[in-house]
């Protein structure tokens, strides 16, 4: 009985022992973690959906899209579902390559992450997000699909918005392209992440990179009630995504078309040439009316995924680098265009501006003798003259002279270095700031740079002038390469009389961009003062509210009095018509838009010249600067000049492309304003510019001209004048 009684007990203490236990846990549940095992219940009842937002459009300055959207049924695969099977997705793939007549080998390079020895077609992004292997599948296709789901799990098919390119290949470098985000971009953006809706893309270039945060616009969220096998009841709670802002620029479509025929004709035109770039901008403002490189390519060769065969075209030397802008990347000497700095620290070092200068056909610099193009004398001129001719003699003369006074080759300190710091004043050796990124900063070869370049080169100079250049098969060539080791290795540091006289009329080590020249004339030109060119002019809203008017920052000022820059403006004036691109003029109605400007033809060792030519219209006010550069194109005059003037006779309505009563009509205000329409599609640069003049004409056959203000937005977020 004892025993009995003794077990009795213990089985009530295990009893009350576990109801204790029991209600610990129970209270712990309910109460200390109650609210997280609700929030788990709900996780599993609920799927939240991020709902990506449409992406804004880019227009030009008329309210023509530059890029826009167009739906299209998209098929994506989620390769972290297809890893979890048993065959690793193997007949998922052969199915879905059935339906779209792709090969499943592609299909699988298609979602294989991009890495080491991963080529090209595979997947860029994040791992975690649905791959689009399809941006142009049929209604027929995704029916399939969505009809035998089971058949196709991890597999979506639906309508996502696809970036459109009405213009081709215009401005394609200008505008940039869209890639999948990427794990690294994920971490590094900030907000990216949060709202990151798994079918993302971000701006990878050109305007779409700079502006791709507010291009993005803010994810939109659906909550979705599921039940245990995941099947969808209904939604529960829904958050609209906000639209991306549209980004209104200041390029003018039409004239961006016709730059872009401009320079792929000169490129023609010239056989050897192998690169060109336009650029036009409004030097009253600053702002960008146009912006081209060729070679260029079609942005449209982003969407859906690109292959390695057309990444590395793009890349290629071969092909001409055409995913490059030489208009804001390309480094090129600059040859006599760059004399309106030289003229400009002759001033400042005490050059009358009325002087009379010799003019010989060639000038010892130190010990060696320049010469004159063709060694042609002009004789005693004014500085006015000698910049409608282009002599060179007088800069050499000057800068050489300016080199001595500074110390030569024992430089006093702090050496003035008055051609340098001038060329500094107009912008050159530093970026423009303009709003695309990647911008190049040209080169002014100081004694600093000289000092920095012996440093970094002094090493394998001294070594070639040693073993010299037995690989180069040109012995006259080998023999001055290890020369020029020899020199350099001594006494690379120094910045020889030489080096000054080149540097004079942009030739030597001087390095620019075709955006940096463009911006330096429109300060002379204008008001004297230096601007950030600008492209993006105002973002709105998709109702049309204004968000932000994006201004164009003044970097500085022209060291020059205002007469001293109608000065040499009056002389650049002249070129056109009486000076070096008087046979490129030859027959334009100076009467009714007279062009002013400077042709420039640089020596390139190995290669034939670069081609230039930096000019304005109208003389009296200037509304345009364009600047035309052609790679190998020869001379300023011949190449450049040509395209330039090509330019202006489809900005105004002159020539051969207009017709008689556009002609007659052209003035430089226009009197009457009517928006263009839409741009016709263009599959590449000749049609952009056909397009655009067809669009862009008046009633009475005349061009519309950029009228310099923003334009209005109505309220249904369209761009009227």
Known sequence: MTRMRTRLVVLHVLVVTLLAVLS???????????????????????????????????????????????????????????IRMSDGGAGVLERLSAVLGTPAKLLEKRIQPCGPGVTRPCWTGSPYQPIPIDQKATTREALQILERQEEFPGVTAE?????????????????????????????KREGLKAE?????????????????????????????????????????????????????????????????????????KVPQADGAAGVVLDPRSGRVLALASAPGYDPAIWTGGISEKEYQRL????????????????????????????????????????????????????????SNFRGIGLGTLTLHTALVKSCDTIFYRSSYEQWLKDGGLRPKKPPKERFANMARSF??????????????????????????????????????????????????????????????????????????????????????TPLQLAAAYAALVG?????????????????????????????????????????????????ASDGT?????????????????????????????????????????????????VSQGGMGGSTAAPAAREIYEGIYGFGSGADGEA?????????????????EDAEDAGDAGDAGDAKGQRKGGRPELPTGELPKIKSDGTVAR
């Not at 010799?358 to 060696?368: D, L």
């Not at 042709?599 to 930096?614: C, I, L, N, P, Q």
């Not at 226009?670 to 839409?678: L, V």
């Open 24 to 82: 610990v846990r129970l209270w712990q549940v309910q109460m200390m973690r109650g609210a997280e095992f609700v929030s788990a219940a709900d996780e599993t009842r609920n799927r939240n959906v991020i709902v990506p937002a449409v992406r804004g459009q880019i227009l030009d300055a008329w309210g023509r899209p530059l890029v826009r959207n167009r739906t299209a049924l998209v098929i994506s695969v989620d390769r972290t579902a297809l």
């Open 159 to 187: 309508v996502q918005a696809v970036r459109e390119y009405p213009g081709g290949r215009s401005g394609a470098q200008m505008l940039g392209y869209l890639q999948p985000a990427t794990e690294e971009e994920l971490e």
């Open 196 to 268: 990151f809706s798994g079918v993302d893309v971000v701006g990878r270039d050109g305007l779409e990179y700079v502006y791709d945060e507010a291009l993005r616009g803010k994810t939109g969220l659906r909550k979705v009630q599921v039940d245990r096998m995941g099947k969808s009841l209904g939604v529960e709670q829904r958050v609209a995504p906000i639209p991306g802002d549209t980004l209104i620029t200041s390029i003018d479509a039409r004239i961006q078309g016709i730059v872009e025929k401009a320079i792929h004709g000169a490129m023609k």
């Open 315 to 370: 890349l290629s030397e071969k092909e001409g680098k055409p995913l490059v802008s030489r208009a804001i990347n390309g480094q090129f000497a600059p040859g006599s265009t760059f004399k309106v700095s030289s003229v400009s620290a002759m001033l400042r070092a005490g050059y009358p501006l009325h002087g009379q200068y010799a003019c010989p056909g060639s000038y010892m610099v130190g010990s060696r003798s320049f």
């Open 427 to 512: 912008g050159f050796g530093r970026p423009t700031g303009i709003d695309l990124p990647g911008e190049s900063s040209g080169r002014i070869p100081d004694r600093t740079w000289k000092k920095e370049m012996w440093t970094a080169t002094s090493a394998n100079n001294c070594r070639r002038s040693r073993t010299g250049y037995p690989e180069v098969a040109d012995k006259a060539r080998a023999a001055f390469l290890k020369r020029l080791a020899y020199e350099n290795c001594l006494e690379g540091y120094l910045l020889r009389p030489g080096d000054a006289a080149n540097f004079s009329i942009g030739q030597g080590d001087v390095l620019v």
């Open 527 to 575: 008001d004297g003062k230096l601007r950030s060119p600008r492209i993006g002019w105002a973002r709105v809203r998709p109702d049309g509210t204004l968000v932000k008017k994006i201004e164009v920052p003044v970097r500085g000022e022209l060291p020059l009095s205002s007469t001293e820059r109608a000065y040499i403006k009056n002389a650049l004036s002249q070129v």
């Open 581 to 629: 691109a008087a046979g490129a003029f030859s027959g334009f109605p100076m009467d009714k838009v007279k062009v002013g400007g400077k042709t420039g033809t640089a020596e390139v060792w190995g290669k034939a010249d670069t081609s230039w030519f930096a000019s304005f219209a109208p003389t009296n006010k200037p509304r345009f600067v364009v600047v035309v550069m």
């Open 663 to 679: 002609k007659n009509q052209a003035m430089d205000q226009p009197k009457e304003t009517k928006k263009p329409e839409d741009a």
